[in-house]
């Protein structure tokens, strides 16, 4: 057999060995509510200071205030309530996650 007959067949066993695998179907469960942080509420703020909405906030929920340049991790929490600001302090956009 060539080289060429040897990867086809091994690429058509291995089509034929992955053709028959079980499939798992998981339930992800529900889906998190669209505004879980309340920061559709919030919106009126976007252009003003960010000391205008600090008082407002809940203390209870997790907020994040990201200024220009910090570093943020990319995990999303849909109750946690994100702030960016500009570099005058300014609120650019208020979302969850």
Do not use: K
């Amino acid at each position: 057999m060539t080289r060429t007959a040897i990867r086809l067949a091994a690429l058509v066993g291995l089509g034929l060995a992955t053709a028959c695998a079980p499939v798992v179907v998981v339930d992800p469960g529900p889906a998190p509510a669209r505004d879980a942080c309340g920061a559709a509420r919030l919106q009126r703020f976007v252009g003003r200071p960010y000391a205008e909405l600090r008082p407002r906030l809940d203390p209870r929920l997790p907020t994040r205030v990201l200024r220009p340049g910090d570093v943020v991790t990319m995990d999303y929490r849909a109750d946690r309530l994100n702030v960016e600001l500009d570099r005058r302090g300014r609120i650019r956009r208020i979302r969850c996650g």
